[in-house]
């Protein structure tokens, strides 16, 4: 029974492949009709930000999702190329190419290839817990930065003019200085394009709605409003005649099915961009997790992180051998596919057998395709991933994680997505660092006829002054050890009348060597100056390791089971006739 067991874990379509029916059937081909409607336009764009020709957007739409069907575990997630990836993408390739050359295009297969690999690796290693590094601040202000960088970028698309630039200064540089060159008939077709993607994203729906359509209807006629916006664009393009007038079309698209490509072997091209596919790794996982996760308790279904790892790997993998570039799983997209009503992954492989079809047969009537409205196309799409209302909540909430967040977004708006994301880790390292260096504690007191114990500043608390109870809200570690040997030390000499200090270890999961060796010096100092030390409610795991030491036969007090049978005992050994009577009688 083993090996099915394994084989269906790795391959989880034979898991939900056996209760699939005609009924299972009928909800993922009308949910793939919606998502092929939305993601043609999309892909064609998205591929425009890579700086890659637009077919390869359809080339990365195709066999990836049939790979995801495969091995991935959620049933609804929606993969293909996204806005970030996109961006991303551009600066890695663009750092070792220029934009329109087979190096360029080699380039981003490659990045798919070693994405692939890297997410697969992980996966087979179960290591998705490494995405943990990437905190919710710092992904938040990496999406809302890079939301900003790609509608920035598109703005000359919509004016139709020349620009450039690897972060923000340059590329609002550029577009200042090249802003008297705005074509008007570009602008003519980019202006009422985005503002039409706009309100359908938001009011169509409604619309159509009062108008008596069925919601079912409304729905897909809303879905479908990046296609409305193509074929009013292109039939104005044919009918004004805009190429003639200096208005940037999409031109011919290769017709036919995605092409077998081969990533570089060249280690000088790999070992330029493992840095950055491992970046678009991490991100592209963390994006489709959250989604997956998301989306799947709704319906109160689980996904399996490291599977996901293998089924986005083998995504990209095969993105890059059918000539496309790094992929993961969308929000809206996905959104759409689970309101559309996917029920398991064989959607996304009806998705590709519909991107598949539009490539052998609808590519000639995208020839007059403006390019401002695949720009309008990704300027709706990315504005919603800004995000202003976060920054304040953090203020509120954390000054450090406020800190992360914001170094995220200057860093990757003044330097570029890659440093941006580095930054990001770094500062939200440190500053968890210099939290878990200056953990809290506490003074704390038993509250009156109760058995419970609270911080002397937030409670009206009972205290006695020859017994000091110390509560450790944090594992000893090698970053907080000797911080909480001066923190004992300086409130002992505080209060000179003290007899016994009692460490309250609840929240101590853990005491390593450096916590052993601080404990070892506390209590030696303490016994020197004819201070005992005692622990109470110390867990089993930590007990444990103590026990296979000689702290706990040196140790100048005892160790008790609960806070309040150390407080109860250690406070009558004063005989203090102020004591309460159900400690001074013993009775609690």
């Not at 919606?34 to 195709?62: D, F, K």
């Amino acid at each position: 029974m083993a090996e099915p067991n394994l084989l269906a874990r790795y391959l989880p379509i034979l898991q939900w492949g056996r209760t699939y029916n005609g009924s299972v059937l009928t909800n993922d081909l009308v949910a793939a009709v919606i998502v092929t409607i939305m993601l043609i336009p999309q892909s064609l764009a998205y591929a425009l930000l890579a700086g890659l020709p637009p077919v390869v957007g359809l080339y990365a739409s195709i066999l990836p999702l049939v790979a995801y069907a495969l091995f991935g575990t959620s049933r609804t997630l929606a993969v293909g190329p996204v806005a970030v990836l996109s961006l991303m993408t551009a600066s890695a390739a663009s750092a070792v190419a220029a934009q329109g050359t087979a190096e360029y295009v080699e380039a981003a297969i490659t990045l798919a290839a070693l994405s692939g690999i890297l997410l697969a690796v992980l996966g087979f290693l179960r290591l998705g817990f490494l995405a943990n590094l990437l905190s919710h601040p710092v992904i938040s202000g990496f999406i809302t930065a890079s939301g900003i960088l790609i509608a920035t970028s598109q703005i000359k698309h919509i004016l139709g003019i020349p620009g450039g630039g690897d972060n923000w200064p340059e590329m609002l540089g550029s577009l200042a200085s090249n802003i008297g060159l705005t074509n008007p008939w570009t602008l003519a077709i980019g202006i009422p394009a985005t503002l039409f993607l706009f309100w359908v994203r938001g009011g169509l729906k409604p619309a159509l709605l009062r108008i008596g359509l069925k919601s079912r209807a409304a729905d897909i006629a809303a879905k479908a409003g990046p296609v409305i916006a193509v074929a009013l664009t292109i039939l104005a393009v044919v009918m004004l005649d805009l190429a003639e007038k200096g208005v940037d079309l999409v031109g011919a698209i290769p017709q036919g099915l995605p092409p077998f490509a081969t990533p570089s072997t060249d280690m000088d091209l790999i070992a330029q961009l493992w840095v950055p596919a491992l970046l678009i790794s991490v991100i592209g996982f963390v994006e489709s997790v959250s989604v997956a996760q998301t989306l799947a308790a709704k319906r109160r279904q689980r996904i399996s992180p490291d599977q996901e790892l293998i089924g986005l790997g083998a995504s990209n993998i095969a993105s890059a051998f059918s000539g496309g570039y790094p992929v993961t799983g969308g929000f809206a997209r996905s959104v759409v596919n689970f309101d559309a009503g996917a029920e398991t992954p064989a959607a996304g492989a009806y998705t590709a057998i519909g991107i598949a079809l539009a490539s052998l047969f609808l590519t000639p009537l995208l020839f007059s395709l403006p390019i401002a409205t695949l720009a309008a196309t990704i300027i709706v799409a990315v504005l919603s991933l800004v995000d202003l209302k976060t920054p304040g909540q953090l203020w509120r909430y954390s000054k450090a994680d406020f800190a992360a967040h914001l170094a995220t977004i200057v860093t990757t708006l003044l330097a570029g997505v890659e440093l941006g994301v580095i930054t990001g880790v770094v500062v939200g390292l440190l500053l968890y660092l210099w939290r878990a260096s200056r953990p809290h504690a506490a003074i704390v007191g038993r509250v009156p006829e109760t058995e419970h114990f609270r911080n002397v500043e937030r409670h009206d608390v009972f205290t006695v002054p020859h017994v000091l109870s110390i509560r450790i809200d944090e594992s000893l570690t090698y970053l907080n050890a000797r911080w909480l040997e001066e923190y004992v030390l300086e409130r002992v000499a505080d209060q000179p009348e003290v007899r016994h200090v009692i460490l309250m270890c609840s929240a101590v999961n853990e005491v390593d060597a450096s916590g052993l060796e601080s404990l070892e010096a506390i209590n030696h100092r303490l016994s020197d100056s004819g201070i005992d030390l005692h622990l109470s409610e110390v867990k089993g795991p930590v007990m444990d390791r103590l026990k296979r030491t000689e702290f706990l036969e040196k140790i100048g007090g005892r160790v008790f089971l609960s806070q309040n049978r150390a407080f109860r005992e250690l406070s009558r050994d004063n005989d203090d006739p102020s004591l309460p009577d159900d400690i001074a009688r013993g009775l609690i």
